[in-house]
C-alpha cells in the first residue's frame, strides 16, 4: 500500500471528498518551461528524451518543483507502442511525428503483433518505475496510451493529417482490416498499460486525439468500442489500491453519455463544452476532468482567474472534479501563467468542498 | 418574381413540402473536377478565377453540368471582404490564403473600414449576376460569405492557424479590440451579403469555419452574436421571394438550440451529430442541412447508398433537409462518387416525402 502525501487527485477521480480541486496539466512537463528545452537539449532529441528513464525522470518532475500541481504524469510519446510494433518512428523537426514504414499493404496489417511491454517498451516501464521513485509519495503518478484509433490514425497515414483521407478511407471500404488493426491496438494497450500500473503507475488516461474526426456513428464502432475493450481489460486494483482511468475524446462534447458507460472512471473534457451541462449530462457515473481553454494562459493573471472561478462554478458544490486544460499546454505559455492558474484553482475551489 | 425550374432546394430550407431531399455538395465546383483545373489553369490562379465574372460562371456551372445538383453557389472566396479591407490576400501554392497585411497594431483595428460592395467587391456581383443569368431559372444561387470571427481568424493571424494563438490572446486579453473588429465585419457581411441579393442571390450562406475553435462560453460571445447581428440586417425577401439563410459553425453540435435561435432558417451540421438528434433538439424552429463525412465518398457505390440512407433514415419523414456533406469535398473524390451520391439522394429520399 502507498501512502501518499497528496492523494486529492486520485480521490477526486473516484468522486470521493476532498478539500479542494485538484489540477495537473496537459503536457505539463514540455516546452514552454526553459529546464524542459535544456534536458531536451542534453539528450539530442524528444525521441532520446522518451527512450531514457534518467531523463524522462528528470522533465517529469520539473513542473512539479515549480508549481503546486497534484499530479504528475509519465513523461513519454504517445507512438510508442507502434514504434515497438516496428513501424520506424521518427520526428522531422517541425513536423510533428511520422513513421518510417506505415501500414498500406494488408499484409502488413495481418502480420501485426502485439508488443511485449518487457522487451521493446522496457524502457517506458523503466521510466514509470525510476519517476515513481522520485516522486517518493508527493503526488500520484499518472500512466497514458493514445487510443487504439488515435495510434491507428498514425500508423495508417504515416504521420499528423487534417482530413484522415487514407484510414477515413479504410474505414469506409475496408472496414474489416481497420477492426483488425483496432484490435490488435487494443490488446496492445491493454497490455501496456497493465505494465504501466506493474511498474507503478497509480492512475491511467487514454488520449483519443483525434476520435473527435469520426463520424457520430463511426465513432462507437471504431473508437469508443475499442477503449471499452481495454478498460475491461485493465486491472482497477494493484497493490490494493484502486487505479482510476480517464478517456479523453478531443472533441467528443457530443458523445459523453456514451463515454460516461464505458468503464472509465473519469471523462476528459475539451474547452468546447460547459462542465457544469457536462455534469448534468453524466451524472454521478463518472468524474470530470478538464477544461480550461489553453490560450486563457497567454492572457494577463485577472483573465485568468476569473476563467478559472467561471469553470469551478459552473462544476458547482461537490466532488469528481479534477481541474485541467482542455487540451495540451502551449510552448507559448508563460510559466508564470501556470502558476497563477495552479494557486487559482487551490483557493477559489475550496467554498465548493465545504 | 423568378419562375424557377427547380426550387425544391428554396422549399426545404422554408420547411415546406418537397417531393425529395434536395441536395447540393460544399465546394461542389471544385478540384476534384478535371474541368475545374483546366479553367484555372486558364485564369492563371485560384484569386484570378474569384475575380474574374467569366471564370467564376464557368466553373460555378460545372458541376451542374454534371450531376442533378438542386442547388448552385456562388464561386468565390470567404476572404474577399478583408481583401476589400486593404489586407492584401495572397495565396501561396499549398499553403491555404494569407494575408500581407495581417491586423497587429490597434491603429490598424481601429482604421477598419466596411468595404463599398459596389467597388472594391464589384467582382463579386458582377459574377452573382452574370451566374443568375447563366442559370436561366434552372436552380436557386446560393449567396455566401464567411462569418465575423472566421474572417477575423485570417485578419489576426494572417493565415490558416491550428491555435488561434493571436486571435485568442487578443481575445482573452484585448476583447474591447477583437469586438470592434467583429462588428467592422458583421456591418460589412451584412451589406455584402444585401449586394449580393440584390445582385440575384436567392438564398444566403455564412460559413464560420472556425467558431468551433471557440470555448462553449466565448462562442456566443464573439461569433454567434455577430451571425445574429447580421441576420436581424438580412433582406429577408427580395423581389417578393423569401430569402432562407443558413449558418454553418464547423465543431458546433453541442451549440444547436442558440443556433437556431439566431434569426437564421436552417443550421448546416457537421458530421459529427447524428441529424435525426439535431431535429429532436432545434424542434421545428429552423431546417437542417448536412452532413455526410465527405471521406464516404472514397468508398464504393454501395457504402456512399448505405451511409446516404442512414441519414435519410435518421432525419425520419417529413420535411426541412437539405442534403449535403458535413464540409467540403475533398480534392481527392472521385466525381463518379458524386452521381452517386446524388442520385441515392434523389432516389432513397421519396419515401420521406410521401
Known amino acids: 500500500m502507498t501512502k501518499l502525501k497528496n492523494d486529492t487527485f486520485l480521490r477526486a477521480l473516484l468522486r470521493q471528498p476532498v478539500e479542494y480541486t485538484p489540477i495537473w496539466v496537459m503536457r505539463q512537463a514540455g516546452r514552454y518551461l526553459s529546464e524542459y528545452n535544456q534536458t531536451r537539449a542534453r539528450a539530442g532529441n524528444f525521441l532520446a528524451l522518451c527512450k531514457n528513464p534518467d531523463f524522462a525522470t528528470e522533465v517529469t518532475m520539473q513542473p512539479l518543483a515549480r508549481f503546486s500541481l497534484d499530479a504528475a504524469i509519465l513523461f513519454s510519446d504517445i507512438l510508442t507502442i507502434p514504434d515497438a510494433m516496428g513501424l520506424g518512428l521518427y520526428f522531422s523537426e517541425g513536423e510533428g511525428p511520422r513513421f518510417e514504414r506505415p501500414l498500406r499493404e494488408e499484409k502488413e496489417i495481418r502480420d501485426l503483433t502485439v508488443p511485449d511491454p518487457d522487451t521493446h517498451l522496457r524502457y517506458v516501464m523503466d521510466a514509470v518505475s525510476q ?8 503526488v500520484p503518478l499518472i500512466g497514458f496510451s ?3 484509433f488515435t495510434l491507428a490514425c498514425y500508423m495508417v497515414e504515416g504521420r499528423g493529417s487534417s482530413d484522415f483521407r487514407q484510414i477515413k478511407t479504410m474505414l469506409y471500404q475496408r472496414p474489416d482490416l481497420l477492426h483488425h488493426i483496432l484490435d490488435i491496438n487494443a490488446q496492445a494497450v491493454t497490455t501496456y498499460l497493465n505494465a504501466q500500473i506493474e511498474s507503478g503507475a497509480q492512475a491511467v488516461m487514454i488520449f483519443d486525439t483525434w476520435g473527435g474526426a469520426l463520424s457520430h456513428s463511426a465513432y462507437p464502432e471504431f473508437s469508443l468500442r475499442y477503449m471499452q475493450q ?3 481489460g485493465l486491472k482497477r486494483e494493484y497493490n490494493g489500491a484502486r487505479i482510476p482511468s480517464v478517456v479523453f475524446t478531443k472533441g467528443g462534447g457530443l458523445w459523453l453519455e456514451q463515454i460516461a458507460n464505458s468503464g472509465c472512471d473519469a471523462i476528459g473534457l475539451d474547452w468546447t463544452i460547459d462542465i457544469g451541462e457536462a455534469r ?3 451524472g454521478d457515473k463518472v468524474a470530470l476532468q478538464g477544461n480550461l481553454d489553453p490560450s486563457v494562459l497567454f492572457a494577463s493573471a485577472e483573465v ?9 462554478a459552473s462544476y458547482g458544490d461537490g466532488n469528481g472534479h479534477v481541474f485541467n ?4 499546454i502551449s510552448q507559448f505559455t508563460p510559466p508564470e501563467s501556470v502558476a497563477t492558474l495552479v494557486d487559482a484553482v487551490h483557493a477559489i475551489s475550496r467554498k465548493y468542498h465545504e
Chains 1, 2 share one sequence.
Open 280 to 282: 448534468r449530462r453524466v
Open 230 to 232: 481495454i478498460l475491461a
Open 131 to 138: 519517476i515513481r521513485k522520485t516522486l517518493d509519495n508527493q
Open 304 to 312: 485568468i482567474t476569473a476563467e478559472v472561478e467561471k469553470i469551478l
Open 146 to 148: 493514445g487510443s487504439p
Open 325 to 328: 486544460l482542455g487540451h495540451g
